[in-house]
């Protein structure tokens, strides 16, 4: 019969209310207002309104990620060093400090106007490339300094791992809606040539929404800094010969770790693959505009945000392993149903265009149950995130939230580069140039390509899930019952240590060892 343990010493850093969840939430909404910007607006400013050519856009997405591989892994130990502050607490601190360049960076990433020369449909300034290369970096630099220690704060607002799922799922929901207000500016800013039938970039309306969503993540970075309470005070990362490559080395021995940072570079890739692709399906494939081009993306977070009443059941009976699995294999399967809207669009492949309307309202529902099941990876990544970390700190005695969520970002980095450099791909293969409309092959490339790279980016990560990450509901049970013990004997050793009895009697030995 397995020995039943009190988890006492998590009991008593542990116990958030609705109050912790929200103000933690607010961390993320207010990240992603202005991540969204990048995500959902960047990639068609930059061809359709600048005018750039996809190949460049390539080349500064790949700078930027080459810098990350230095910049990201000395923010987690920046993060995991820092001595926590009486009042500022050890990570929500950094809220404080960063929320405001973070919102200015955003806006200096759309600052352009315009193409001041074209050749061959491309804007052919060097310094134009250079100066939005530079306001990539120093934006992405800006997102993981607030990143890398808002993920590293569940861990001290709480012990407990069902609590910290709550706010993995709260995060989860939180962060997509953070992201819909974009979609107003996107329906604002995109639009169709008509004499050309291709789609444009309206400036005037894009800077001033941007402008705006950066002010309102400012106020909820903020507020999640005001409101979140670190329950628990970690050790800092040990100053040792060698402490940055040891830690990188137990986290990438870490069978747990390191499948759920492959998982997030398929899987964030994937979801970010469609929100990149998504403004080219809805404006240049069915041929709208206006709110219309928003509705998949609406449909997309409406079907991520209702898993947060599924969730909580769901991975309460099947674990949070099973459920994320099982939602991807449905997004997947999704996602595969809906190649078949392209012959509903055209009588066969080379015919002539039909009405899309029935097609494209098809397209947006199918969005909707796609998100619906990618939503519990979405939801339940950072718990299972943190349970991987206290697995690691059970096999080695040491914690390094800020080193492991840095890995992690930069996992996820990686996979939405490879998103933004793959839909560039897709536009260059198929010949797209800004304010030109697409004809029928060009269509056909896009769709499936497009398609077919969702069904396997999901695909993939349900199958790594279900056979490589091995933290599934038995095991996390394990880990809780093994992190109590460690806690709670450390807890000991340092009222021990801090007893003035056990001071006197260490100070007589010590004396006494000098005098041999």
């Known amino acids: ?79 995991d060093g ?9 990570f929500k601190r950094w809220f404080l400090y960063i929320s405001i360049p973070y919102a200015v960076a955003t806006i200096l990433m759309f600052c352009q106007f315009g193409p001041t020369k074209v050749i061959d449909g491309y804007c052919a300034a060097p310094w134009q490339y250079i100066l939005a290369g530079f306001t990539y970096i120093l934006f992405g630099m ?75 993540a ?12 670190e329950r628990w005070i970690p050790e800092p ?9 040891k830690a990188i080395g137990r986290i990438t021995h870490s069978r747990s770790m390191l499948s759920i940072c492959v998982i997030s570079v398929i899987v964030a890739g994937g979801g970010m693959f469609k929100g990149v692709i998504t403004p080219f399906i809805s404006a240049d494939f069915f041929g709208y505009d206006g709110v219309m081009t928003i509705l998949p993306d609406i449909f997309d977070c409406v079907g991520i945000a209702v898993t947060m009443f599924l969730v909580p059941v769901i991975s309460k009976r099947m674990g949070k392993k099973e459920s994320s699995a099982a939602g991807l294999y449905f997004a997947a399967l999704v996602n595969a149903v809906m190649m078949l ?17 029935a097609p494209y309202m098809l397209y947006v529902v199918g969005n909707f149950l796609s998100g619906l099941g990618s939503g519990f990876f979405n939801c339940l990544l950072w718990g299972m995130a943190a349970d991987a970390i206290d697995e690691i700190q059970i096999n080695t005695g040491i914690r390094e939230d800020g080193t492991s969520y840095s890995i992690m970002m930069f996992s996820r980095k990686i996979g939405q580069t490879i ?12 010949g797209f140039t800004g304010g030109i409309a697409l004809d029928l092959q060009q269509k056909t490339a896009l769709w499936f390509v497009a398609m077919g790279t969702v069904i396997a980016c999901y695909a993939l990560g349900a199958i790594l899930f279900t056979f ?40 007589r030995a010590k004396a006494a060892a000098g005098a041999k």
Request: with cysteine; hydrophobic share 45%.
């Open 82 to 90: 820092m001595k926590p502050h009486k009042k500022r607490g050890k």
């Open 218 to 229: 400012i106020l909820f970075m903020l507020l999640c800094y005001k409101g979140s309470k």
């Open 237 to 245: 990362a040990p100053k040792e010969k060698g402490a940055f490559k």
């Open 468 to 507: 490589w990450y091995p933290i599934d509901k038995s095991r996390l049970e394990e880990i809780q019952d093994e992190k109590e013990i460690m806690l709670a004997t450390a807890e000991k050793k340092k009222i021990t240590a801090h007893n003035p009895r056990t001071k006197f009697i260490n100070n």
């Open 142 to 216: 800006c997102m993981t300094a607030i990143q890398i220690p808002y993920g590293s704060l569940a861990s001290v607002v709480t012990l407990d791992s069902k609590e910290r799922s709550k706010l993995s799922i709260a995060r989860g929901v939180a962060g997509n809606i953070g992201g819909m207000p974009v979609l107003a500016v996107k329906a604002l800013a995109f639009k169709t040539n008509e004499e050309t039938g291709g789609s444009v970039v309206d400036f005037k309306p894009l800077i001033i929404g941007v402008a705006i969503l950066a002010a309102f």
């Open 1 to 79: 019969m397995a020995q039943v343990i009190s988890r006492k010493t998590i009991a008593e850093h542990s116990g958030i209310n609705w109050k912790d969840i929200l103000f933690y939430c607010f961390g993320d909404f207010g990240n992603c207002l202005v991540f969204a910007c990048a995500n959902v607006l960047l990639n068609k400013y930059y061809t359709s309104c600048l005018m750039f050519n996809p190949a460049y856009i390539i080349i500064i997405f790949a700078i930027a990620r080459i810098w990350d591989a230095v910049n990201d892994p000395i923010m987690g130990r920046i993060a």
């Open 341 to 357: 809207i392209f012959f509903m669009v055209n009588f066969d492949v080379f015919g002539e265009a039909k009405n899309a309307t």
């Open 419 to 430: 998103a933004f450099c793959g839909g560039q791909g897709i536009l260059l293969a198929i």
